[in-house]
């Protein structure tokens, strides 16, 4: 038997919809690896491939939009097509769909064998991706007939997963790994075989509510170049697609294929840059993760009262706390920006009714900003990162080990309070006063506004470097400070904290050469010990964090700056086959070649998709 080849050899094949993904070759086969049918951070299929008698095959056409795709190969014989196979494949909620059209185009009957083969070991993400060892899964044939067959296992708590696959027609021969089919196509005949794997998820939330014809409908990029028109249909397609449905509403998933699941700090954000369009993705994301706000101090998963959680995971390990991320609430950020966003929704909709709603989690969210956050009691957010194994080291968004260095190269320890936090914090604090102005509470807004200006001002005074115009990137421990080049101070200019007189020091340090690549702002100057350009966090380019910076130097009126970010950002998503900003990319300097891409980078990924359609229609 021979598989299908290409002659470039490209990114996997991603469709998504709601929990559900598909992570394949761009041949359409899962064959190993990290590859697989997931849903809900279990992996459903571990092998789904097809296999032929026939050589020469070619992929002549791969067609990909984020639920589904269109693959055409070629048996090919002098220079011609004898048959011609096309696969449309397609994911909905707990399903995978594929239909098979085989066509003899010969002027001779043609016989072809076709072996779909299958398996699944029902691993959690995290062992699928070789973060812990997947155990043997005892798997259980519940049912085989001659059109369908169905495995299934009890997880380590009970839980009972299943998958059936079904076949139309019914193949010649059917086992438990396999489904064979033995065509015959007189000339210029066609058949066509149909496969449907159906997920039993006993987890299964409500299904999806936005159709893809309605979430376009919100956007109208009509003042757009045809460039810019392409890339933007792009990243509104793949932010439909990233969509969760959950009893609380829609929120977006960070990104696919390894972070489909809620992550506070991207939700928030994404729900932000896109409120102007969807304000019910803002309230969905809002009430989610209200209901899930912490209650009590867990040391384990870094739950606080008031805390708003990091992510969500719901495969065996984090539901038996092998891992801690079943509901994980190590983050120093999604905090403040839920306190953002729900003054944001409010400006956007004068919806007083859910300010009265969520207004005792904004309560409890400013208590934890105020007193739990405050590690020291020196007025700034600071968290204490997790043992080796026990969470995330770093809490904030640069969450690498190493992405928090001195100068000199050595790593921040200890409690750290980060730069761009405290510009969450100072935005969250005068989102807070005017929340309770709404709902008339002169005083509690007049707290809020004083701890506002008292935040700005000693923020100024201990992480302003003159002798670098930038702020530190952190202080550690003993409050002395990060020296170095980083992304983290652009943030800052679209928090607001920033003094009018700092401004254009800070603007033009931004836009250097050791900054801006030409693509966007690294994530570490290029003079910095630590830089490396195809790190996760000491010197690449996020889409998401360069829209956030290009947002504030608009902010504070450098247009010129504004404008040359943006338009390196949508150069960087024309740039790429798919017209995807990647979660991230290489720091290299722009050439005429795409930027160097990140091995393992999501995409899409939300807050890259989001920062595009942010950015155009902000100015």
Request: net charge negative; with cysteine; hydrophobic share 40%.
């Amino acid at each position: 038997m021979n598989e299908p080849f290409e002659m470039d050899f490209g990114r996997n094949l991603v469709l998504k919809e709601n929990w559900t993904f598909l992570v394949a070759s761009r041949q359409g086969a899962v064959n190993g690896g990290e590859r697989g049918l997931y849903s809900r951070d279990t992996r459903y299929l571990s092998r789904y491939r097809w296999r032929t008698d026939r050589l020469s095959q070619l992929l002549l056409l791969h067609y990909e939009r984020p639920d589904r795709a269109h693959l055409h190969f070629a048996v090919m014989h002098d220079a011609a097509q004898v048959l011609a196979l096309q696969h449309d494949l397609s994911v909905g909620a707990l399903t995978l769909a594929e239909r098979v059209r085989v066509t003899n185009d010969s002027l001779s009957p043609q016989s072809l064998t076709l072996t779909l083969e299958f398996a699944t070991d029902f691993a959690d993400l995290f062992e699928a991706r070789g973060w812990h060892e997947t155990p043997v899964t005892a798997l259980h044939v519940e049912a085989q007939g001659a059109n369908s067959v169905r495995l299934s296992h009890e997880a380590s708590d009970g839980l009972r997963q299943a998958v059936t696959l079904r076949f139309t027609p019914a193949p010649s021969q059917l086992d438990i790994d396999r489904a064979t089919f033995e065509l015959e196509l007189l000339p210029g005949a066609s058949t066509e075989l149909k496969v449907q794997a159906v997920i039993d998820d006993p987890l299964e939330e409500p299904q999806p509510a936005v159709t893809y014809d309605e979430w376009r409908s919100a956007f109208r990029p009509s003042d757009a170049s045809p460039a810019r028109r392409a890339v933007l249909s792009q990243a509104v397609d793949d932010l439909r697609a990233l969509l969760l449905f959950t009893d609380q509403g829609p929120l977006p998933a960070a990104g696919i294929p390894w972070f489909v699941t809620a992550f506070g700090r991207d939700a928030l954000l994404t729900a932000t840059m896109l409120l102007p369009h969807h304000p019910q993705l803002a309230r969905g994301t809002l009430r989610y993760f209200a209901a899930r706000q912490g209650k009590a101090h867990d040391e384990a998963t870094a739950e606080a009262p008031g805390k708003v959680l990091h992510e969500v995971r719901q495969g065996e390990l984090a539901r038996t706390g092998v891992i801690p991320f079943g509901r994980y609430y190590g983050t120093v950020d999604a905090t403040p920006l839920f306190v953002n966003l729900l003054h944001a929704t409010y400006l956007a909709e004068g919806d007083l009714e859910l300010l009265r709603e969520l207004e005792p989690n904004l309560r409890a969210a400013m208590r934890w900003i105020e007193h739990d956050a405050d590690l020291d009691g020196d007025g700034f957010l600071e968290f204490h990162g997790a043992r080796e194994g026990e969470g995330l080291a770093v809490q904030s968004w640069k969450d690498s080990h190493d992405a928090l260095s001195h100068a000199d190269g050595r790593l921040a320890s200890g409690a750290i309070a980060v730069s761009e936090v405290q510009g969450y914090a100072y935005a969250a604090y005068v989102a807070a006063a005017a929340v309770y102005r709404a709902l008339g509470e002169p005083d509690t807004a007049a707290v809020h506004e004083e701890r506002a200006e008292r935040l700005r001002r000693r923020f100024h005074e201990a992480f302003w470097l003159p002798e670098r115009n930038t702020y530190a990137l952190a202080l550690d421990h003993d409050k002395s400070p990060l020296e170095v080049l980083a992304s983290d101070a652009g943030q800052l200019l679209w928090t607001g904290i920033v003094p009018e007189e700092a401004a254009p020091a800070l603007a033009a340090t931004l836009m250097s050469p050791a900054l801006f690549s030409g693509w966007g702002i690294r994530t570490l100057g290029t003079d910095e010990i630590r830089y490396n350009p195809l790190s996760y966090h000491n010197g690449s380019v996020w889409p998401h964090d360069t829209a956030l910076i290009a947002a504030g130097l608009h902010r504070y009126g450098f247009e010129a700056e504004a404008e040359t970010v943006r338009a390196a950002l949508f150069d960087l998503a024309a740039s790429q086959e798919d017209l995807r900003p990647p979660e991230l990319v290489a720091g290299y300097p722009r050439t005429s070649a795409p930027p160097v891409p990140y091995p393992v980078a999501c995409r899409p990924q939300a807050w890259s998709a989001a920062g595009l359609v942010y950015l155009h229609g902000l100015w």
